[in-house]
């Protein structure tokens, strides 16, 4: 059976980590693309020299030409400038947008069947423009975000309860940011609720409530500390665990930015949610009751959302 070809577009730290986790679960072949002339190449070539050591054998090819995505079956897109210094929000927000624009030209010339998953920030945007611009079907278009949040809301509960990771399950809902919305009532501990676990007193709702904080500020904690970039390792695995679940039709249920018609009340706007991954993309969107409270830090989100691709919207009308 011939492997799976996985495009990686942007080579960047998330990018290069994609590919290495690609080659040791052995999950296909890898086309690295970047615009810097020769970093895709070199990294592909150090990557693949690592094969007979790890034992995977695949065809890693670095790129800078688009046509080389002929027949992805999952595209992953991390392309995109950070912020820096002198640049406003608004010149990230469209200068990655003209990247992701540039990108779902692209996938819809060279692979239009294929599973995208978006990383670029700002995240619920960007995975917006690129359904929009690549006119692939909304199923099979998602965003990164929620399984890092989840992931990052687990261990921080593991290390509260010191217990394995492998035992605590963690639920983040909505946008990307600082709004979003780590949903206590459905993260357990051994099966068990937080909830209960505070009502039983081991552990109090003050420690769970700063576990959540950091949870939101996560992103940036690493950003502090990294000083030059953002967070790459645990953004990559969240990302081969969706392109997994996929490839493997896994049906995995995992909190990605998907497109909602109607669900939670919120309609044609990309916002995280669980939803299942399966061999179609997206299979299903699903429906967990939220109480009062959870609905209203929700709608704070998507209103979040919703305000950074209205801004998007008049700044692109303005060009
Ligand atoms: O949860 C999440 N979704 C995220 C998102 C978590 C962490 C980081 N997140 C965002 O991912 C971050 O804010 C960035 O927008 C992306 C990529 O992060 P990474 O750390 O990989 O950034 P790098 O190392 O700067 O890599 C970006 C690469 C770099 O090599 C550029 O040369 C390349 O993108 N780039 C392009 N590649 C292809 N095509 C074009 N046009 C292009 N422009 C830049």
């Not at 990018?15 to 592909?44: N, W, Y």
């Not at 090819?61 to 046509?67: E, F, K, L, M, V």
């Not at 392109?243 to 309609?267: D, F, M």
């Not at 929700?298 to 209205?310: E, G, T």
């Amino acid at each position: 059976m011939a492997r799976a070809k996985i495009a990686l577009i942007g080579g960047g730290n998330i990018g290069g980590t994609l590919a290495h986790l690609i080659g040791l679960k052995r999950l296909g072949d890898v086309v690295l693309f970047d615009v810097v002339e020769g970093m895709p190449q070199g990294k592909s070539l150090d990557l693949i020299q690592s094969s007979p050591i790890e034992g995977f054998d695949a065809c890693f090819t670095g790129s800078s030409n688009y046509a080389d995505l002929k027949g992805s079956d999952v595209v992953i897109v991390t392309a995109g400038l950070a912020r820096k210094p002198g640049m406003s929000r608004d010149d990230l927000l469209l200068t990655n947008a003209s990247i992701i624009k540039q990108v779902a030209q692209n996938i819809r010339k060279y692979c239009a069947e294929a599973f995208v998953i978006v990383v670029t920030n700002p995240l619920d945007t960007m995975v917006w423009v690129m359904q929009e611009e690549s006119g692939l079907p909304a199923h099979r278009v998602v965003g990164m975000a929620g399984v890092l949040d989840s992931a990052r809301f687990r261990y921080f509960l593991s290390e509260e309860f010191r217990v394995s990771v492998e035992d605590v399950f963690a639920m983040v809902m909505g946008g990307h940011g600082d709004t979003m919305v780590p949903l206590i009532r459905y993260s357990t501990v051994g099966g068990i609720p937080l909830t209960e676990l505070i009502e039983s007193g081991q552990t109090t709702r003050e420690k769970i409530e700063a576990i959540v904080e950091r949870t939101r500020k996560g992103g940036g904690e690493i950003v502090s500390l990294l000083k030059t970039g953002s967070a790459f390792y645990a953004p990559a695995s969240s990302a081969i665990s969706m392109a997994e679940s996929y490839l493997l039709n896994k049906r995995r249920i995992l909190s990605c930015a998907a497109w909602l018609t109607g669900q939670y009340g919120v309609k044609d706007l990309y916002v995280g949610v669980p939803v299942v991954i399966g061999e179609k993309g997206v299979e299903k969107i699903i429906e967990v009751r939220l109480n009062q409270e959870e609905q209203k830090m929700f709608d704070v989100s998507v209103l979040a959302v919703k305000s950074l691709v209205s801004q998007f919207r008049d700044l692109q009308s303005r060009e």
